[in-house]
C-alpha cells in the first residue's frame, strides 16, 4: 500500500516568494496533521484535519501560512510570503481515526535564501 | 515548560550496551504514548506504543508511570542499527506531541 506521499521533496525559494507544499493521506484515513520540524524546536503542529475540515490551526505561526483539505486525498500547505526563517522540514501526517500509529510522509524539506 | 521533555543526548555507547531514555509529559489528560524513531532526514516511524504494564519487543522495553507522568524507553544488546534519534510522543485528544528527541549513537 501507497503511504502518505508528499511533493516536492525539496524546495529551494527566494524570500518573498510564494510556496505551496502538498500532501496525499493513505487512502481511508480521515485525520491529517502538517508538522514543521526545526533544530531548535522540534516537531511542531501547524494544522490538524478531521475529515476534510481544519480542526485546529492554532499551530501556524502566522497569517502567511494556510493550509486547505479540498477532499480526503489532497492537502496543501502554503506559505506566502516565504521568509528564511521558515526554513524547516514540513511533515504531512495522516491516521485512521483518532488514535493509534501515526504514518508520516517522507516531509518537504524547504531552504528559503 | 515544555509538554513533552528529553534528554536531547547525543547517547555515544558501545555495541552491546544496555541504554534507557527517559521522558516527562506535563498533562496529566494524556491518553496514550509512544516511542517513535527518526533517522537522519527521514521521516519518524513508530517504534512502539507503551502500555501501562509495560511491554517489550524483542531488545526494546517501554515503562510508563503514570503518577509520576513518565515514560522511559530501554534497549538491551545496542546494534550499529540502533543509532537514530528517539522521539517520546504524548497523545491528548486528537493531539500527537512530540518531544524534541534523544540522539543515540551506537559505537562499534
Known amino acids: 500500500d501507497a503511504g502518505v506521499i508528499q511533493s516536492p521533496r525539496h524546495e529551494v525559494t527566494e524570500m518573498g516568494q510564494e510556496v505551496t507544499l502538498r500532501c496525499k493521506p493513505i487512502?481511508?484515513?480521515?485525520?491529517l496533521f502538517w508538522y514543521r520540524q526545526t533544530m531548535m524546536r522540534g516537531l511542531e503542529l501547524l494544522i490538524y484535519?478531521?475529515?476534510?475540515?481544519?480542526?485546529?490551526d492554532s499551530g501556524m505561526p502566522e497569517d502567511r501560512f494556510s493550509a486547505k483539505m479540498p477532499n480526503a486525498s489532497f492537502s496543501t500547505l502554503k506559505i506566502q510570503p516565504s521568509e528564511p526563517r521558515d526554513s524547516a522540514v514540513y511533515f504531512c501526517a495522516s491516521i485512521r481515526g483518532g488514535t493509534g500509529e501515526l504514518f508520516f510522509g517522507e516531509g518537504s524539506r524547504l531552504t528559503v535564501l | 515548560r515544555k509538554e513533552v521533555e528529553q534528554d536531547p543526548g547525543p547517547f555515544n555507547v558501545p555495541e552491546g550496551a544496555t541504554v534507557a531514555f527517559n521522558c516527562t509529559y506535563s498533562n496529566s489528560a494524556s491518553q496514550s504514548f509512544f516511542w517513535y524513531r527518526q533517522d537522519c532526514r527521514k521521516e519518524p516511524k513508530l517504534l512502539m506504543s507503551v502500555y501501562s504494564s509495560g511491554n517489550e519487543d524483542g531488545r526494546f522495553t517501554a515503562q510508563l508511570n503514570r503518577a509520576s507522568q513518565y515514560i522511559s524507553l530501554l534497549i538491551r544488546d545496542s546494534k550499529l542499527s540502533d543509532s537514530a534519534t528517539y522521539l517520546c510522543v504524548v497523545n491528548v485528544g486528537y493531539k500527537y506531541i512530540f518531544g524534541t528527541g534523544t540522539r543515540l549513537k551506537v559505537l562499534a
Open positions: 487512502s481511508g484515513h480521515n485525520s
Open positions: 484535519f478531521n475529515n476534510n475540515v481544519p480542526i485546529d
